[in-house]
């Protein structure tokens, strides 16, 4: 299973900007943003942003579109 890789974030005041690809993705703020911030000093930041996100895939995506269960 590969890692999730492409997110980058930016901290406006007290905000944090998550973008992925280029593309903003979610917008922390508060309590939620400060608690981003701590995390991302202790763990894995793309991981973390993944989850928050929920663009965070479980690496059986593509085995299970080719079942023949899944066959269009």
Do not use: C, K, W
Request: cysteine-free; glycine content about 12%; proline content about 3%.
């Amino acid at each position: 299973m590969g890692s999730p890789s492409g997110f980058e974030f930016a901290v406006r005041g007290d905000d944090v900007v998550i973008r992925h690809l280029g593309v903003t993705a979610t917008v922390l703020r508060g309590a939620r943003a400060t608690d981003f911030l701590t995390q991302v000093a202790q763990g894995d930041a793309q991981l973390l942003m993944a989850r928050l996100t929920g663009n965070y895939r479980r690496g059986n995506e593509r085995t299970a579109r080719q079942h023949p269960r899944n066959a269009r």
